[in-house]
């Protein structure tokens, strides 16, 4: 049988435990000799207070806040608009591909078919996580020599590939390969 979550429930269970802990505590009290309206009381308080803490142990995370952007310094230049991409043509925007609508500008680099040998762990850059990385291989790209041999033309290319604006050469994608592919026991193709 499937089991079935109501969303938004209070968690019943806190509160199960809470009364169990109430109804022990009341024991306990009418066993020492507390008065019988006092033993209830005390099972009452701690129950409320037990329940109130799984209550607020049982809340998912607040869902973090957008912070506003910084107004800008007095000193600050104004902002460079981004250059406006040329019209394309009804017609030719309908039949180019999503991927080199994305890459108008560089080469595309020299891909391989498969590792040689064992992959790198491309997520050792900085910058790349799983998603990137499944990105990279899919374009043929398996081993930090080749990061490391990225021309400025192709570094463009995988940019705008992966919508980075940039972010290749700030994170030094190909410095950071070239020092790691040192250590790396995958070596590129005699040519």
């Not at 022990?24 to 308080?45: C, E």
């Amino acid at each position: 049988m499937p089991h079935a979550e109501m969303k938004n429930a209070p968690p019943l269970y806190g509160w199960a435990i809470a009364i169990g802990a109430g109804a022990v505590a009341t024991g306990v009290s009418l066993g020492i000799g507390s008065g019988g309206n006092g033993a209830v009381a005390i099972g009452a308080v701690i129950a409320l207070v037990v329940g109130i803490v799984f209550n607020i142990a049982e809340k998912p995370p607040a869902a973090p806040r957008k912070m506003a952007p910084a107004a800008p310094t007095v000193n600050a230049p104004a902002p460079t608009p981004a250059p406006t991409p040329a019209p394309v043509a009804p017609a030719a925007a309908e039949s180019a591909p999503a991927e080199t609508a994305a890459t108008e500008t560089g080469t595309k680099p020299a891909a391989l078919s498969a590792p040689q040998g064992t992959a790198d762990d491309l997520k050792q850059i900085a910058g790349v996580g799983p998603v990137i990385e499944g990105k990279l291989n899919d374009l043929g790209i398996y081993h930090f020599w080749q990061v490391a041999r990225w021309s400025g033309d192709e570094i463009s290319w995988v940019d705008g590939f992966l919508n980075f604006k940039g972010r290749i050469e700030r994170d030094d994608w190909v410095t950071q390969a070239r020092d790691l592919a040192k250590t790396s026991p995958a070596t590129p193709p005699a040519t």
